[in-house]
């Protein structure tokens, strides 16, 4: 149980925003929303995580749902080195991240 | 780099072989985590360590595999009679627990049992 579901694969035209969803409908009151990315044969790179506001660092942002069952996570700009598979997770103190299959992104020029 | 480093990258070992792998941690990072990743699916958990204490292990995590923390830094998994079953990638990852529990992750070994 993955505990978020995510589209299998997205497409997304270089120098576009890349829009990707997660639905995480089960999420508790206390758990963070995470996610990661993963560039093949690397490990996975955190990216950015939130609680219920709307986040933004200087690779991505967050936009969470008001009732917090839904996010988005945005890449303003996607490059070719975006293409990767992305996770959506969520976790609290002292819980492990359960991971799904993700989103493979692809760039396309 | 300070991020979390694992060693070997890549094992190639025959079925029955031990094997085994080592996570350095990001500096003062008080929890470690490992992971298994087979192709086309994400992590999956299978233990983890607050200082040199493991506090969790998943049932994935079988009588075959052991891992250690001795002195709250580095970390090491064994697997003992490999079966090839177990060629996955292991990933490492380490938090720093007033850090709302962020996970860094390391490169990953790649294991491949024959």
């Known amino acids: 149980d993955a505990k978020t579901t995510q589209p299998t694969s997205m497409d997304c035209a270089e120098g576009r925003a890349a829009n990707l969803p997660c639905n995480h409908s089960t999420i508790s009151g206390n758990e963070y929303v995470y996610w990661y990315r993963q560039i093949h044969s690397q490990g996975p790179q955190y990216i950015i995580h939130?609680?219920?506001n709307n986040e933004t660092n200087e690779m991505a942002s967050l936009i969470i749902t008001e009732d917090r069952k839904s996010s988005t996570l945005i890449l303003p700009h996607a490059t070719l080195r975006d293409t990767a598979v992305y996770y959506c997770?969520?976790?609290?103190?002292?819980?492990?991240?359960?991971f799904g299959p993700g989103t493979r992104l692809s760039v396309l020029p | 780099d300070t991020g979390v480093s694992q060693d070997p990258r890549h094992k190639i070992t025959k079925r029955g072989q031990n094997v085994t792998f080592r996570c350095d941690p990001i500096?003062?990072?008080?929890?470690l985590y490992w992971y298994r990743q087979t192709l086309g699916q994400g992590p999956e958990f299978l233990t983890y360590?607050?200082?040199?204490?493991?506090?969790?292990k998943s049932r994935l995590l079988s009588d075959r595999f052991s891992a250690e923390r001795p002195k709250g830094s580095f970390s090491t998994l064994e697997i003992q009679r490999t079966e090839q079953g177990d060629s996955a990638m292991y990933l490492c990852?380490?938090?720093?627990?007033?850090?709302?529990?962020?996970?860094?992750f390391g490169p990953g070994t790649r294991l491949l049992v024959l």
């Open positions: 939130g609680l219920k």
């Open positions: 990852a380490s938090s720093l627990i007033r850090d709302q529990e962020t996970q860094y």
């Open positions: 360590f607050q200082n040199e204490a493991q506090l969790e």
């Open positions: 997770t969520r976790g609290s103190y002292g819980q492990n991240f359960v």
């Open positions: 500096s003062e990072h008080n929890r």
